[in-house]
């Protein structure tokens, strides 16, 4: 590896010093500048310093300098860590001798050793002998690559030069060339670097003496160099490809330059503005691959603008990100901007949590308090501008201390740690309701359990909060939807377009796909299921098509009423996490069957512009007229207002994000819009009703089939009557079963947010579901149906062990389109009356206006309204 040496006499231009800064290590001549890099919370550099007799070095090893470099016939002290020790050994005449010397007792007694000495003696360091076929300076480097430092890796050989000749210290690129072959570092003065050559030839090009000095090589017939990229946490965002002039390129601009092998160099993320910072440039231990450690800008690493080409982040990183960007997002008044705004909260909150962690017992707690705990342990670092880089790094000082506090607690804590005691019972989770902000998903390793309440020990307070759904911001959300709306009202397919390259990463080509759609390419598995959905469904909703009735009030007064299909119908099909063709035929099934003259479906596009293919599938068989390539809110709003090619339409149904629904409440109030919907929409949940009779496996697959939906997926389950080795089986199956799931990071998120309330019967289980209102309501015990009478308020009721969420979901024919958070109390499923209107008739005879005329009369009379009077009375002039 290349090593700088920085001497204060040195003029280093302010471009050159960022780029050393880049490099593993730098070797100072004063111990004071090596402090003060140290101390820059930017460099990633490990700082040497040659130390003298009168130092104390033990406190400069403290304050930051990474390795103290010793003359060979220094005296180490004992306290000093080994492996941030260096010998430096100057050979004055028999370079030879001094390599053995080095060979016999400096490797065995500091981390690394440095050996000064001539061009000429360097000639004479790497000639192989006849002997052994080996040089002087390869024996010793194989000889300190035996010798381990733990995790510090094998003890290094250093080679630096004395005389400087030509401005460069004596190197030429094929000498640093020469003894990175040998296994050794190259130290070179950095004022003989450029970050650009010169043709007088006084600085080496840092790029040139960067890959000579690392013994860089490559194994491609290219020539280019493997590349890894990774985050300040070592996370790795992506592999690229380095070439020598995009090295120079990336350490001139400070940031990750690399070489397509398409296009060539590669500023990456230039245009969209996702660049990265290089943080620092090293190579890996068989010399052959770079790594790039990079500060990600902008929305990630991958073109598809997740952090990186593996996946969006996830821990500790994930939650500096996330804790970031709500620093610079969190709407004014809410709980997000009051942690930033209010130190008194915080500080209340990181005591809380401390305590609460301080407490735990069980490990599933330990980690969710811990998690807790680095949440508004974030904040407070992202509130001061401190980076989880800028933690990291305190934790490497730290870690580099060689003497220590003592580690004692101060008084008054350990006066509050033996109020607390040590009990040995395990302690439960915190009691927050569903609506609390400090619910963490379960990590990985974690058990993915609800938490748990008993109806017993509950406050009427918290048995309220229990009913209740997460609070929706609906002020800011119709803040985010309505200049979607707007704009898609005033630009049609064009604000389409932008919306689906915003937010899916289409490029569409044509907003609308009309009848008669292509054949899509389906396995004779999946198309014999949507065909038996298919019947199954438009058997039950045909049964639901009533007559028309005809009653005759009175002696000669005829009413009727009958209904007729709506015309236009917008059937709204999700897409993003899951493909939903069950959507598609729980929607179309039933507007077909009234006789909708007109379906138009909306759901987001795939990748290459086209629809999925069981969706297109489905839209043939419900008789579907045309298929909006757009999702969210841009597609609610293109069905509700029409554009140049999406046909407007009467009534817009189906599920969807708080987006979606949010634009369906912005058009159904905008008369001018002209249209209804079906319901207002949460998300999706279930109520599942257990007792001593139920099989556990079941249970948990009907909590876990609701859960795996969304982050926000809402899942109760009652225990009614149930012993706690009963519970710990359902508990046992949910993190079992989630565990093998392939969304099992959606159900990580979900089963945490999601509780069991504990209670005395089934009676009093139901009860509490008439209150809750569930979408989904699963009765899993033994003479379930008993109990269907009683049920007052849900969405759909799935009866006994046997009829689980999932049939009902796609093909047993009852509809899955259904009231969410708590509107079952005044709401129905989509069925067939969804897609029709009743229209009303009456006719009288003679007789009949003379039997109820008076009647009319004398109301009209009563609410003065002479017209209304009138309009009988001319008629009984004429009888």
């Known amino acids: 590896m290349l090593v700088p040496k920085i001497s204060p006499s040195a003029a280093i231009a302010p471009e050159l010093s960022r780029a050393l800064g880049l490099l593993p290590s730098a070797l100072f001549t004063s111990a004071a500048d090596a402090l003060a890099a140290a101390a820059d919370t930017m460099a990633e550099t490990s700082a040497w310093a040659d130390v003298s007799a009168g130092d104390n070095v033990v406190d400069l090893l403290n304050g930051g300098l990474s ?116 296994g050794a570092d190259v130290v070179i003065p950095a004022d003989a670097l450029a970050l650009s050559g010169d043709d007088s030839g006084a600085h080496i090009p840092f790029a040139e003496a960067f890959v000579a000095g690392s013994g860089l090589t490559s194994d491609r017939a290219d020539g280019l160099f493997t590349t890894v990229v990774v985050d300040e946490q070592r996370v790795c965002l992506g592999v690229v490809y380095s070439s020598v002039e995009s090295i120079a390129a990336a350490l001139a601009a400070g940031e990750g330059v690399y070489w397509s092998r398409r296009r060539g160099l590669w500023h990456k993320g230039l245009t969209s503005g996702a660049t990265q910072t290089l943080v620092g440039i090293d190579v890996d231990c068989d010399s052959d691959a770079l790594c790039f450690r990079v500060q990600q800008n902008g929305a990630g690493f991958c073109h598809h603008s997740t952090r990186s080409c593996f996946g969006p982040a996830s821990g500790l990183g994930q939650l500096a990100q996330v804790v970031t960007e709500r620093k610079r997002s969190a709407p004014e008044g809410s709980y997000t901007a009051r942690l930033f705004s209010d130190a008194q909260l915080l500080r209340a909150k990181l005591l809380e949590e401390a305590t609460e962690l301080a407490e735990a017992t069980r490990p599933a707690d330990v980690a969710f308090e811990a998690a807790d705990l680095l949440y508004f342990a974030m904040v407070k670092c992202a509130a001061h501008g401190v980076t989880l880089a800028d933690v990291e790094r305190s934790l490497d000082l730290k870690h580099r201390k060689v003497v220590r506090r003592p580690g004692n607690a101060k008084p008054e804590f350990e006066k509050k740690a033996a109020a607390l005691g040590s009990s040995s019972e395990a302690a439960p989770l915190p009691r927050t309701s569903i609506l609390s902000a400090d619910i963490r998903a379960a990590e990985p390793g974690e058990q993915i359990r609800m938490r748990l309440y008993d109806a017993a020990d509950l406050t009427g307070e918290e048995h309220n909060a229990l009913l209740q759904r997460p609070i929706i911001d609906s002020e800011e959300l119709m803040g985010r939807v309505r200049p979607i709306v707007s704009a898609v009202r005033a630009n049609g397919d064009v604000a389409i377009r932008e919306f ?83 959507s598609a035929l729980m929607l179309g099934v039933p507007a077909q069957v009234a006789g909708c003259s007109e379906i138009v479906l909306a759901t987001p596009p795939r990748a290459d512009g086209s629809i999925v293919p069981e969706v297109l599938y489905v839209a043939h068989k419900v008789g579907a007229t045309a298929i909006v390539k757009a999702g969210g809110a841009q597609a609610i709003a293109a069905m509700a207002y029409g554009t140049e090619t999406v046909p407007k339409v009467d009534k817009i149904c189906g599920p969807g994000n708080q987006y979606v629904t949010a634009a369906k409440m912005l058009a159904q109030n905008d008369t001018a819009a002209m249209v209804s919907i079906d319901m207002p929409a949460g998300p999706s949940e279930v109520l599942v009703i257990a007792d001593s009779t139920s099989n556990p496996a079941y249970v948990a697959s009907d909590l876990l089939s609701q859960a795996e939906h969304g982050p926000d997926s809402q899942v109760v389950l009652l225990a009614a009557g149930i012993t706690d080795a009963e519970l710990a089986a359902i508990e046992e199956q949910v993190h079992e079963q989630a565990s093998r799931l392939p969304r099992v990071a959606i159900v990580r998120q979900s089963i945490p947010k999601s509780y069991c309330l504990r209670v005395a019967s089934v009676a009093e289980a139901i009860k509490f579901s008439n209150a809750y209102a569930p979408e989904h309501l699963i009765l899993h015990n033994d003479r379930a149906n008993t109990y269907v009478k009683d049920v007052i308020n849900a969405g759909s009721v799935f009866v006994g062990p046997y009829s689980p969420e999932s049939c009902g979901d796609y093909a047993s024919g009852t509809n899955h389109t259904l009231p969410t958070y708590g509107f079952s109390r005044m709401y129905s499923g989509v069925n067939t009356a969804t897609f029709v209107k009743h229209i009303t008739s009456q006719e009288l005879t003679r007789e009949g206006l003379a039997n109820i005329g008076q009647t009319v ?12 009077r009138n309009a009988v009375a001319i008629r009984l002039r004429d009888l």
């Open 857 to 868: 009369m004398a109301l009209a009379e009563v609410e003065e309204l002479e017209a209304h």
């Open 67 to 182: 390795v103290a470099v010793f003359a060979a016939d220094s005296q180490i002290p004992a306290d000093c860590d080994k492996a941030r020790t260096a010998i430096r050994y100057t050979a004055t005449d028999d370079v030879i001798a001094v390599i053995d010397r080095a060979v016999a007792s400096g490797i065995t007694c500091a981390g690394a050793v440095i050996l000064e000495m001539t061009s000429e003696q360097l000639s004479e360091a790497t000639q192989k002998d006849a002997a052994s076929g080996s040089s002087a300076l390869s024996r010793l480097t194989k000889a300190a690559d035996k010798i381990l430092l733990g995790t510090n890796g094998p003890v290094r050989v250093l080679v630096e030069l004395q005389v400087s000749i030509g401005g460069v210290g004596g190197w030429t690129v094929d000498l640093m060339s020469q003894v990175a072959r040998s």
């Open 500 to 582: 689906t390259r915003k937010f899916d990463r289409v490029d569409l080509d044509d907003v609308v796909l009309r009848a008669p759609f292509p054949e899509p390419q389906l396995s004779p598995r999946v198309r014999e299921a949507i065909d038996q959905a298919y019947s199954n469904i438009h058997k039950f909703h045909a049964a639901q098509l009533g007559g028309d009735i005809s009653v005759e009030t009175m002696p000669g007064v005829t009413c009727a009423r009958f209904s007729r299909a709506i015309e236009r119908v917008g059937l709204y099909v999700p897409g993003g996490t899951a493909v939903l063709p069950s």
